[in-house]
């Protein structure tokens, strides 16, 4: 099973481990354990997510309910461990699931987006991208979650496009006409109360071309120092109905991209990168 502990070495000496495709194991508790989650020793319980959730693998199932279900990334099981697919999946947030990459669901890197970060609040990372030959600020990128008409990463704290806006301005962002790339699921999908997406509010802002996705986007990330590192992943089509086509909004500097695009950023469409 994919990074689950296989052996434990200690004062009390060297012990083995194996589990079942939900983490069940009936031999000594381990530190590091399923999915190299730890694991509570007394109860058995995997407190996912910093402990927003705890998974109980003798059931399969989470103790709580997803505050994201059932109308949100978290579906309509909302006690469900990694949509009922722990083999090729992972849940270490005790949200949506996210993707292992590795064996039969592979995914591989489709794009690259990396450069300075010059902003972050609550989690939420805006990094610069390279400069652009025509003299305009570089592209701006936003890495987040996001659902429609705002975007999160604490799971927390929520920003509208307006807020967003507001905040990167704070921290001395130069947001005139600098094109926008939203690194968030949902950002592209129409917010119920004010009609507008997330990326459609933020280029009514910034006068200029702001992207996003319809749909869930999987994203690995990481930092260097200073630099953050957000590779975009291409997925398989055992992961279909969970991926979303890019959408654009605003000044568009490429109309003809943008062709088929409104119609993705529909809610219920299911869409592939």
Not at 119 to 137: M, N, Q, V, Y
Not at 182 to 189: E, G, K, Y
């Amino acid at each position: 099973m994919f990074n689950s502990a296989n052996r434990e070495i200690g004062l009390e000496g060297r012990f083995d481990a194996a589990f079942c495709a939900y983490g069940y194991s009936n031999g000594k508790k381990h530190s590091l354990a399923f999915k190299g989650e730890r694991q509570d020793p007394i109860t058995g319980f995997y407190l996912l997510g910093n402990g927003y959730r705890a998974y109980y693998p003798t059931l399969r199932r989470f103790n709580s309910p997803d505050n994201e279900s059932p109308f949100a990334r978290g579906w309509l099981n909302a006690y469900a461990f990694c949509l009922c697919d722990p083999i090729n999946r992972n849940d270490p947030t005790g949200h949506f699931f996210e993707f292992i990459t590795y064996a039969i669901n592979k995914l591989s890197v489709s794009k690259t987006y990396s450069g300075k970060i010059v902003a972050e609040f609550h989690e939420i990372i805006a990094f610069t991208g390279p400069s652009r030959a025509d003299g305009k600020l570089p592209t701006l990128y936003i890495s987040a979650h996001g659902k429609p008409g705002v975007i999160s990463a604490d799971r927390i704290h929520t920003f509208s496009a307006t807020d967003t806006f507001e905040e990167l301005r704070r921290q001395g962002v130069d947001m005139h006409r600098r094109q926008t790339h939203v690194l968030a699921c949902d950002s592209a999908i129409p917010n119920s109360h004010t009609g507008k997406s997330f990326i459609e509010e933020f280029s009514d802002h910034t006068g200029a071309q702001t992207s996003g996705y319809g749909g869930s986007v999987p994203v690995v990330e990481r930092r260097q120092g200073n630099v953050f590192i957000a590779e975009k992943q291409r997925v398989l089509p055992l992961s279909y109905g969970f991926t979303a086509t890019k959408t654009r909004a605003g000044n568009i500097r490429n109309p003809h991209k943008n062709a088929t695009d409104r119609q993705s950023a529909q809610p219920g469409r299911i869409i592939t990168v």
